[in-house]
């Protein structure tokens, strides 16, 4: 037992705002239909998933700091703040948090509004526009929303790097920095997130939206979740390719020999999913794939894949979930959510 | 890094050390050329040339002389090509250091590193591009690629063979120091014997239009602590540390430059882009840096501060000088290196990490040039002239956009 535990998750995705809207969604299995974004200019329009608006717009989006601030940061709050209810914390949080939040293409938005506007006259680009491009933007909002997160820290990478979060979350409760701690997963769409994803493979489509996971050392409701296991990030370099570094991640993972749930990150490429669809084809156990109906939503998505997986758990349909994450361009990591208590 | 930690977190944490140090800055590329100019106080300002100002409030930045051709390495022709300016000077800094510390090649070697744009050169161009509908496509998946923060990380692993966890912190102006400290709680909790660490930064179009947006950029000479201040100066460069155990460098008998001693880091929720008025976060990493390394005001003998030359970020972080040092601010020197070769964001606590190692090693204090009267509000003297001096414990301040704050300490070794 490690002694880290799930306190709560929360999800905003294309499917809507909530863990339970990216359930059922996901019984459902239908991919969420895209909405076409115009290019700037004319051209093509570009399909994404985009996270459905708040209608009416809630009493925690009026907070000031959320005023002006870019969709990912709104995403990210949503996903917080229904894993803060699910762990019964009040607002602000009685304990110190931690936050960790992962961002790929982060805050995309802002950044090509301002960069248009440099273009066009750099004497009057919005000086409001450029501090909300920053990375750790959104990570500043949410903290400041919260009001109780004296560590926090913005990672970049591909999506495994979400669950490089989650380690970094587990060895600050271990070492005692903080209380609880956060792990977010954010992104938003754009035109140009649209454009570049199709440099890559013309049948992936760029999803918004985030999700939250709330580990803790305290004693959580019998029975909890417990996260149990993260791999190493396996890197891919010339001398580990993608297959093998997706191989490493499977050999380190602990597997029961019941099987289980294993919740992968396949997006619905045959090319961009061939590492990680040869490396579980003897996999005997049940299996979700969340971006094959919700969407590329980077590292938003490997948020998803782990609220899924917490959620199944939590509701009794396993007692073993593996989250399998090949990224695409840095790192394959794996991490295994088992179900404590009866 | 695995979870549960492969190795046992030790009972008492080791002691963290640096074997090798790479730097590229505007005053140049290597330890030896920055040490004369740090020493020196030899200021590295001059127009942009890099991209057009003309229509800008401020038109002045600290750029690096890059060398067309890259340090030898493993990588491929085809790789290097493809490398984009920050990942030219992340190479030139790893690959000092990686010479100086003599380390193999190895399959479990962590990187962690802080930026705040990663390759945004490229993608600017990827946006000039997309946004023309008659612009060439070609190449756009590779600057789409290069574009991202850690694709300069994988270049390391390829450069110098080696395979291990990338990390990359983005926490705006600290994520430099956020990097090495990162590092030095993978060593001190015994889940790696050594680290790679650094930051990097290269000028770019937009992040030098964000900051003349919000008119923080000096329109004279960035002078931090300067009663008539006026702004920050942009530069870019790249450091890279490599840290490890004590006893992982006596075992090979490596050369120590000096001690990670301490680190705090801190999130001041205040604002998006302002310190709290009274630097509070900013003292608490620094009481926090201070307390893991069981020091007090009295042991630290330099201060490089964030010092940027902005008004509100000056006043903030002298107040929390003020407020930590007590007794001692009387006689505890300061100075910003930013005031020699501007701001450097991601790569700036790296950089004046390495700054800290030098004032160590060499035992001078670096100065800032042309300082005309130092604000009132600082109750510590500035350095204003190249001072020999005795320094067996630096620290080093790093505060950033978002309410970021962390503060290293390095010791004398030897």
Known sequence: ?342 | MPFPPLRVRPAKPPRVVVTGAGLVTPLGIGWRVNADGFRAGRAAFGPVRRFDVSRHRARTAAEVDLPAVLPPTRLTPKQARRLDRASRMLLWAAHEAWEQSGWEATTDLPVVLGTTSGGMSLGEEYYRRALDGTASRRGQATRALHYLAHLPARILLEAFGFLGPICIIANACASGANALGRAWELLRAGRAERVLTGGYDALSLLVYSGFDSLQTISPTRCRPFDADRDGLTLGEGAAVLCLETQEAAERRAATVLGELAGYGHRLDPHHLTQPHPQGDAAWSAMDEACRVAGLGPADVDYLNAHGTGTPLNDVAEALAINRWAGDRAASLPVSSTKAVIGHLLGAAGAVEAVVCLQALREQWLPPQPQLGHVDPICQFPVVREPTHARVEVAMSNSFGFGGTNATLIFRRWG
């Open chain 1, 1 to 342: 037992m490690s002694g880290i535990r799930v306190a709560g998750v929360g999800a905003v995705s294309p499917a809507g705002w909530g863990t339970a809207a990216l359930r059922a969604a996901l019984e459902q299995g239908t991919p969420i239909l895209p909405t076409l974004v115009p290019r700037p200019g004319g051209g093509q329009a570009l399909p994404v998933r985009e996270v459905p608006r708040l209608v009416p717009v809630p009493a925690w989006a009026k907070h000031p700091r959320l005023r002006r601030a870019s969709p990912i940061t709104l995403h990210a709050v949503g996903a917080v703040r229904e894993a803060l209810s699910m762990a019964g914390s009040s607002e602000p949080p009685a304990k110190d948090l931690g936050l960790i939040l992962c961002l790929l293409a982060g805050c995309v938005q802002y950044t090509e509004r301002f960069f248009g506007e440099v273009l066009r006259d750099p004497a009057s680009a919005s000086p409001l526009l450029f501090p909300e491009t920053v990375f750790n933007g959104p990570a500043s909002h949410v903290a400041a929303v919260l009001g109780r997160t004296p560590l926090t820290y913005t990672l970049l990478g591909d999506p495994s790097v979400f669950l490089q979060g989650l380690d970094l979350a587990a060895e600050w409760l271990a070492a005692g920095y903080v209380d609880d701690c956060l792990v977010v997963g954010a992104e938003e769409t754009s035109w140009l997130l649209a454009d570049a994803l199709l440099q890559f493979d013309h049948s992936v489509q760029a999803a918004g939206g985030a999700g939250a996971v709330l580990l803790t050392r305290t004693p959580t409701p019998s029975p909890g979740v417990e996260l149990e296991q993260v791999t190493d990030l396996q890197v891919y370099a010339q001398a580990q390719s993608r297959p093998a570094a997706a191989g490493r991640m499977r050999a380190m993972l602990s597997e029961s020999a019941a099987g289980g749930l294993l919740c992968d990150s396949r997006v619905g490429s045959a090319r961009l999913d061939a590492a990680e669809t040869r490396v579980w084809r003897d996999w005997p156990g049940a299996r979700v794939s969340p971006k094959l109906v919700l969407g590329e939503g980077l590292m938003a998505a490997s948020a998803w894949q782990c609220v899924t997986a917490i959620d199944a758990l939590s509701r009794g349909q396993h007692r073993v979930a593996l989250i399998s994450v090949v990224g695409q361009n840095e790192a394959a990591a794996g991490a295994r959510f088992v179900r404590a208590g009866p």
